[in-house]
């Protein structure tokens, strides 16, 4: 049993809440993505480290470190194993979340190139630089893309456990990446490496949610909540989406600890989330009764109290089961019913993206991967994107080997050196939400409507002024010519404080 670690737990009316949006469904979203690196064609030796040092070195002459923050009020640094790092800045919506992880990508990218041009000059002029957006590289090494969700600290984290984490699960299939593996293709590239549910373990043993406490807030409103079960996304559409009905699931499960009421959600908690995930990727016809749940009459009685109809699979030597379609059926309902009943503020919690629109996706999603129909996903969802491009290719040549198939996966993920996916988006084959010009406006600059508007001004000042300066996610302070510090723990805040003025004042 992972341990389950509940610090400074309050009641939703235990204190007045310095936020005013800590009574409302807003929510902070986050994205960190590791990326992986290799190079080609080399004429001399050139490890991994060598590279992400290389991709670094503007980022070392500006800051003197590996770990800075830029003027988007993103965080940009070097990982344990020399994975270059992206941490988002902080974002109000879905959309905006999604516009600053492709601004992340264009950083990195522009990092790699310039780094690829200074190794050919000494390593010769066919040496290839390879970033991957993605999470196992061929040696069979993991790394991460990290989702950050800002909870109401009154959210217990067995409710996390038993009520959010089968959603997690099983909505990898509409937002799993793929992966061939030696066993074939899996719809996502993490289940292989996860072994717990819910812990605060992050090397020996890897949770799908993460519980180490640091909220980058008030701690007595709220957590952030960590999340690691999730692939990286090439899809535009699959990054955005899990986000969003994450959100949406999120706030029924606030509501419902707000008000001590049931979510509906009670039913879904899977006996073995790690051997449901296994499973449940593992499961290309998306229709195998793979998910263990702990009590199968309630989730039962559910279905039938929501008008919705067992799956026909059901395995009769295996009663306890149910297929990873039927869980996600269930939160779909659920949640519908609870935003018809909070429409308003549901909507309100969203600047810019729109409810309906979320449910439509998320459903019609749901209802093609129901019968198979992976043609009216194949522009959407990445796993299924892929998969159809690797039969395609099987069909043209037979005899495409395991090891080729393998490059074309890597490849589809290469974001520098990568040919498949922009030709894929080139042809109209996989759907774009958002501009090549609001991707260059957030690599400059930061959402308008969080702190990081405040941070990423600050920066930019203290860079412009030759100001020696640190800062982090909720604290900001220079130390010459003048020592001047702001705090912002608040993460919705924008708005300037006396201590931020003064500071930027003294710059």
Known sequence: MPQLRNSSNQGPGNRTSRSPEYDSFHRIFGIETEYGVSVTG??????????????????????????????????????????PEYATAEARDPSAALTQDLAGEQIMRRLAFGAQERLRKTHGEHATIHLFKDNVDSAG???????????????????????????????????????????????????????EGVSSSTTRFRPMVNTRDEPHADPDEFRRLHVIIGDSNRSQWATKMKLATTHLVLCAIEDAAKQGTASGFECCALTDPSASNKAMSADLSCSKPVMEVE????????????????????????????????????????????????????????????????????????????????????????????????????????????????????????????????????HGLVETLVSDDAVEHAVENPPQDTRAALRGAFVHQALNSGATFSCDWTHLKTTAPTRHEAGLIDPFAFVPDSDYTQLMQSL
């Open 42 to 83: 080399a004429n001399q030796p050139c490890d991994p480290g060598q590279v992400a040092m290389m991709m670094f070195a503007p980022i070392l002459s500006r800051s003197r470190s590996t770990n800075t923050y830029l003027e988007n009020g993103s965080r940009l640094y070097l990982d344990v194993g020399s994975h």
């Open 141 to 195: 090494h993991a790394f991460g893309c990290h989702e950050n969700y800002l909870v109401r600290r009154y959210v217990s984290l067995p409710i996390i456990k038993a009520q959010l984490l089968p959603f997690l699960v099983t909505r990898q299939l509409f937002t799993g990446a793929g992966r061939v593996t030696k066993n074939g293709f899996e719809i996502t590239q993490r289940a292989a490496f996860l072994d």
């Open 295 to 426: 009590d199968i009459d309630s989730f039962r009685a559910k279905q039938q109290e929501l008008g919705l109809k067992p799956s026909a699979s059901s395995d009769e030597a295996h009663p306890q089961t149910v297929t990873a379609l039927e869980i996600q059926h269930l939160y779909w309902n659920v949640v519908l019913r609870f935003v018809e009943n909070h429409r308003v503020e549901v909507e309100h919690s969203l600047p810019e993206s729109n409810c309906n629109d979320i449910l439509r996706e998320w459903k019609t999603a749901l209802d093609a991967l129901s019968v198979n129909d992976f043609g009216a996903l194949s522009n959407r969802v990445d796993w299924v994107a892929k998969y159809q491009l690797l039969n395609k290719m099987h069909e043209r040549n037979p005899s495409l080997t395991a090891t080729k198939a393998r490059q074309i996966d890597m490849n589809y993920h290469d974001i520098v050196n990568g040919s498949i996916y922009p030709s894929l988006v080139g």
